[in-house]
């Protein structure tokens, strides 16, 4: 959520803002907007005056009373004082609530370094390793896996209806391996606390990091609407929520938190797109990363975060590349995202495996999430951040169309083979 005073103070900085994102609406947005903060801080007078008015009136019919003379017009004057009163206060709550409504709606504004445009202009600043060619045809991951009997994707589709995959033998021991090591990196050497949330979440968590109303109202939520509860799409929502509404001590600072948990995606709007597979499904493991950071540091904190889901490829020893998304591609709640693409031969395609981004203070300000710089000083928001470190689906992918051996079978990455008990799955 944006701060509205400086929208106030500097309109043509947030028209621009919503430019760059490529909002079509961006003056309309913010005629509307300035608008209703008008009508808002003039209903505030307007109610403060009255108020003290009915208070003046209300001392003058007393002392009326205790000279016994006649106060019949003054109590006629505060009855009609109360009615305005209640009606400027019924009109500056439907005020309120739009102003809220549409602020909800306004994504985070983009940093400066960030392209303009959409997807067609996200740039690669950097890559690692080569490409694999293989010295045969490369077969894609689900003719690999259903060879190998451990993609059970018609089991899955049975289950759940399609984009549920279902894996089996070394295939769930391959997630359950990637999974503690991604945990055991990140925790031993790249200094976060493990965390397990909640798999499910309050509309108040979906909005405190932005996921409401957009993600929800786009479709791609699953709702249980009995329980005023969501399936989270990823753990950034919970992980960052646990300090909702909290003043945190500046010492605490940096708080990094990484965890497992399953992702639930409708991808309402992706319907098409890529559904062979494992290369777009509507349940998924991932290991996200989140880190509370101060502003001034938070920048800097990007870059770091950013390393760390690209250590996890390195070590995987796959060749993959780093995309700075352009402003019309940016999520809703970054100001700045670096996306992970790797390698996969056997479907052709560099796979997103990671997203990460910085939310400024766009996420803190939705949640209430604030530090205290020194004892006794005025709290100020915190930065969150958030990156895959790794999503698992485009992992598996990447490593089983990677290492795939022309006999069918497929060699364990060198990282992995402590934690799977075996260099080849046959």
Same mark, same amino acid.
């Given at each position: ?27 309309? =947005?913010?005629? %509307?907007?300035? #608008?209703? +903060? $008008?009508?808002? &801080?003039?209903?505030? !007078?307007?109610? /403060?005056? *009255? ?29 009609? =004082?109360?009615? %305005?009163?209640? #009606?400027? +206060? $019924?009109?500056? &709550?439907?005020?309120? !609530?739009?102003? /809220?409504? *549409? ?48 993609? /059970? ?274």
């Amino acid at each position: 959520m944006l701060d509205l005073r400086q929208i106030r103070q500097d309109p043509d900085a947030f028209r621009a803002a919503l430019a760059r994102r490529g909002r079509a609406d961006a003056e309309e =947005v913010a005629a %509307r907007l300035l #608008e209703l +903060d $008008a009508e808002r &801080r003039a209903l505030i !007078a307007e109610g /403060d005056e *009255l108020k003290a008015r009915r208070n003046a009136v209300t001392q003058q019919v007393a002392e009326r009373k205790r000279a016994k003379e006649d106060a019949t017009a003054l109590i006629e004057e505060m009855r009609g =004082v109360g009615e %305005r009163i209640k #009606e400027a +206060d $019924a009109r500056l &709550r439907e005020v309120e !609530a739009a102003v /809220d409504d *549409l602020l909800l709606r306004i994504p985070n504004p983009v940093h400066p370094s960030v392209p303009e445009g959409g997807e067609e202009n996200n740039v690669v600043v950097r890559s690692w390793g080569e490409p694999r060619t293989l010295p045969f045809e490369a077969r894609p991951h689900w003719e690999i896996g259903a060879q190998l009997g451990i993609l /059970d994707l018609p089991g899955g589709a049975k289950v759940a209806g399609s984009g549920f995959p279902a894996y089996r033998g070394w295939g769930a021991r391959l997630q359950r391996a990637l999974i503690n090591f991604f945990l055991d990196l990140h925790t031993r050497e790249h200094g976060y606390t493990e965390a397990e949330p909640p798999y499910l979440v309050t509309r108040a968590s979906m909005q405190g990091t932005g996921q409401y109303p957009k993600f929800v109202e786009d479709g791609d939520a699953y709702e249980l609407p009995e329980d005023g509860l969501y399936l989270i799409p990823t753990s950034e929502v919970p992980l960052v929520n646990l300090h909702r509404d909290e003043i945190l001590e500046a010492e605490r600072l940096p708080i990094a938190l990484t965890a497992f948990s399953p992702c639930f995606r409708r991808e309402a709007g992706a319907a098409g797109k890529d559904t062979r597979g494992l290369l777009r499904v509507h349940q998924f493991a991932k290991v996200e990363m989140v880190r509370f950071e101060r502003a001034e540091e938070s920048w800097e904190a990007l870059e770091r975060i950013t390393g760390h889901a690209e250590e996890v490829l390195q070590r995987l020893g796959l060749a993959y590349r780093v995309l700075l998304l352009a402003a019309g591609d940016t999520g809703f709640s970054a100001a700045k995202t670096y996306d992970l693409e790797v390698w996969a031969p056997g479907v052709g395609k560099w796979l997103e495996v990671s997203s990460a981004s910085n939310c400024t203070d766009f996420q803190a300000r939705r949640a209430g999430i604030r530090y205290r710089p020194e004892p006794g000083a005025r709290p100020e928001l915190v930065h969150t951040l958030n990156a895959s470190g790794l999503a698992l689906p485009r992992t598996v992918v990447a490593i089983l169309e990677n290492y795939q051996q022309e006999d069918g079978s497929v060699t364990v990455p060198e990282a992995l083979r402590p934690y799977l008990g075996t260099d080849r799955i046959a």
